[in-house]
């Protein structure tokens, strides 16, 4: 038979002291050092373990803080929740991790589904920045968002887009590329998110034709996608949103023959580790992830503990040249 969980009773018991005596002492509130480890010594001794039902019911809270990401078929993004979690457990707070797919309506209905469950906090790196329900949702829950601003937010950790657009065009222009694709995740239903934005507008001020295309994060998606701007011949070079993107820009070139950087240029946009291992490696920009997960943890942590005041990080982004951009054919 299963060993019968000791209670707090038997702990107090043991200790000489009251119920309420050891319940602070096994959170560390209000009572001294030696009281303590005293009580702690106890409940190991008795095999006493905290009823995680009882402690939510008791505190309001559950120790669980959602972590909602846009697409988990983007690599990098799965590099960020498997951060999040880690970053969070050694908090003593859970991640219950959920994927939105790119999907604005999945989006909203996880989040909200996520609200419903009582988790004390949520992290999100949002498909849609934009959708309405965000403020409403924001007032229940704390929320810190990833990437790009949400209204009401408790915390962000957001991303200089405009001057991580701005050094992988301008590296494409001093390397004489005029004719550029984007590829952005981005759908027709999520407009106007800042990179798409700055894109364009940079651009403009570099003197660039650009052709700004949706890929998904997904292998063939992606693969399909590129394959088609590929055989026109008309770019070249290749900008993506997403370093999982230009993977599929690698497949795509592979199948129809063309050499990178020789043919074609490529670059990313987040310096996923497997960027470095590509023949050649993929030239692109770098967040700090591990920057973003320590800002994004420690605001979820401080503001699940009930800080009030609203903190913004501005995470700034580093070009990492590798070798898949060059000069064009017949161009010095």
């Not at 009572?31 to 995680?52: H, I, N």
């Not at 078929?73 to 991640?95: F, H, M, N, P, T």
């Not at 770098?286 to 942590?301: E, F, P, Q």
């Amino acid at each position: 038979m299963p060993r019968k969980r000791a209670t707090i009773k038997e702990v107090a018991q043991a200790t000489g002291l009251s119920p309420a005596a050891v319940s602070y002492a096994l959170r560390g509130m209000q009572v001294s050092e030696e009281t303590m480890e005293r009580v702690k010594a106890a409940a190991a001794e008795l095999g006493y373990e905290a009823d995680p039902i009882a402690r939510a019911l008791a505190s309001g809270r559950t120790g669980m803080i959602g972590v909602l990401c846009g697409s988990l078929e983007d690599l990098w993004q799965q590099s960020l929740a498997v951060g999040i979690s880690r970053g969070l457990r050694e908090k003593d707070r859970y991640a219950l991790i959920l994927d939105a797919v790119g999907d604005p309506a999945r989006e909203r209905a996880l989040a909200q589904q996520l609200r419903d469950q009582r988790v004390d906090g949520l992290i999100v790196q949002p498909v849609d920045p934009a959708a309405e329900f965000w403020p409403d949702l924001c007032e229940s829950l704390p929320v810190v968002s990833i990437g790009d601003s949400l209204a009401g937010t408790a915390a962000e950790v957001v991303f200089d887009n405009r001057r991580g657009v701005t050094l992988a065009l301008e590296h494409l222009r001093s390397h004489g590329h005029t004719r550029i694709a984007v590829l952005t995740p981005t759908r027709a239903s999520t407009p106007d998110r800042p990179a798409d934005v700055h894109v364009i507008a940079e651009a403009d001020r570099l003197g660039l034709d650009i052709d700004v295309v949706t890929a998904l994060h997904e292998l063939g998606a992606a693969t399909e996608v590129a394959r088609r701007l590929l055989g026109d011949e008309r770019h070249s070079a290749v900008f993506c949103f997403s370093d999982t993107i230009a993977y599929g820009v690698y497949a795509a070139a592979a199948e129809l023959g063309l050499s990178i950087p020789g043919d074609v240029s490529v670059m990313g946009y987040d310096d996923h580790p497997m960027s470095g291992l590509l023949t050649p490696g993929l030239t692109t920009v770098d967040w700090n992830i591990d920057g973003i997960v320590r800002a994004a943890v420690r605001l979820m942590a401080a503001t699940a503990d009930g800080a009030t005041r609203r903190r913004r990080v501005v995470q700034q982004p580093t070009l990492r040249g590798r070798g898949s951009v060059a000069h064009p054919k017949n161009r010095p």
